[in-house]
């Protein structure tokens, strides 16, 4: 075997990547890292994971990784001329906002999400004529048509701080497009949903399929147990969980702990994550795939840099500059 070939199945490894949880075999995922992580030099590329991809991409050739918040942030700072977006598409159009000199691709054609399509421009403007002076919180899962029409834009990782901000010169907020996190947040706000929070129909196909009944069977079988749910999960659920937040909350809350196990009420991608990250906890599984998320392979992202004409992300110099308002936003109350 080649040794370079055989160098990097050892690197890979080391970072806890063995048979198991590479799809096809380490041999054959060294080779597609390896290729990956030259041509990411010769084109002078930074690929960003999010924490849902698989090990694989994340450890094997992710050089920024995290939840939306940070993935958004650290786009802001990368010296790259490509970014290589292995997240969903609402997530890359974000990367494109705040770097519009620079080529974005998503090496999907399917990397949708539920959330997103749920609502578009029109209904925002709807929402807006029925609600004259609310102002509109609009979660980053959302087109760039749809950002381009809110005041601020918030994500997991900050949600509730933001709200706290703006109802403090608002007393009626509209929320789009999650119901189940707006439901949530409002809970935690103590506001009324209806009333003084004005919530769409979203829901994430992945989250809003989670059966509370089953957290009290684990409970029964693990005691001690830790459970932490996404705030993209129904109320019903969040009310039996110790822990509600987005990825990068949940991922801290498993780090600064000492629980005598983990249940992770997640997409999997995070949870084969923390389980390489920390090797010493015990992890209960609860996950369901996200199908967006999961379209996103070592071969496609391989085939997307190697492809001088693979499409690129666009979004139209009008709406990003509107969209880049309410992005900028958030980045100023969540600082
Ligand atoms: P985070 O920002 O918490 O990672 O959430 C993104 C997402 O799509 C959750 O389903
Ligand atoms: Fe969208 Fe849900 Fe997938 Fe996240 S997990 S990308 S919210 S469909």
């Known amino acids: 075997m080649d040794q370079e070939l055989k160098a990097e199945m050892k690197r890979l490894t080391a970072l806890g990547l063995h048979q198991r949880c590479v799809e096809g075999g380490l041999e054959k995922a060294a080779a597609l890292t390896l290729e990956i992580n030259r041509l990411k030099k010769e084109k002078k590329a930074v690929i960003c994971a999010h924490v849902y991809q698989t090990p694989d991409i994340i450890l094997g050739v992710g050089d920024l990784v995290g939840d939306s918040y940070k993935l958004a942030d650290d786009c802001r700072r990368t010296a790259a001329d490509v970014i290589v977006f292995c997240g969903v598409h609402f997530m890359a159009e974000t990367a494109k906002i705040l770097n519009p000199g ?198 496609s992202v391989l085939a997307a840099l190697r492809d001088p004409s693979y499409p690129e992300v666009t979004v139209p110099a009008d709406i990003a500059a509107k969209a880049k308002v309410a992005i900028d936003r958030m980045f100023e109350l969540a600082a």
């Open 102 to 299: 620079k080529k974005v691709l998503v090496p999907s054609s399917n990397a949708g999400c539920s959330l997103s399509e749920s609502i578009t421009g029109e209904d925002v403007r709807k929402l807006k004529a029925e609600h004259p002076g609310a102002p509109v919180v609009t979660y980053i899962n959302t087109s760039a048509e749809v950002k381009a029409e809110s005041d601020c834009i918030v994500t997991s990782a900050n949600a509730e701080k933001i709200l706290r901000r703006v109802y403090e010169k608002s007393d009626k907020v509209i929320f789009v497009p999650d119901r189940f996190m707006g439901a949530n947040l409002a809970k935690a706000l103590g506001k009324t949903p209806g009333k003084d929070i004005i919530l769409w129909k979203g829901t994430c196909i992945v989250h809003e399929q989670f059966n509370p009944e089953l957290i009290k069977v684990y409970r029964k079988n693990h005691p001690g147990l830790a459970v932490l749910a996404h705030a993209e999960c129904p109320s019903d659920l969040i009310a039996a969980v110790d822990f509600m937040g987005g990825t990068g909350d949940m991922m801290r809350y498993v780090e600064n702990t000492d629980a005598s196990g983990y249940l992770l009420v997640t997409e999997c991608g995070f949870g084969e994550l923390a389980k390489l990250r920390f090797p010493k906890k015990n992890f209960i599984a609860m996950c369901r795939l996200c199908p967006y998320m999961k379209s996103i392979t070592l071969e």
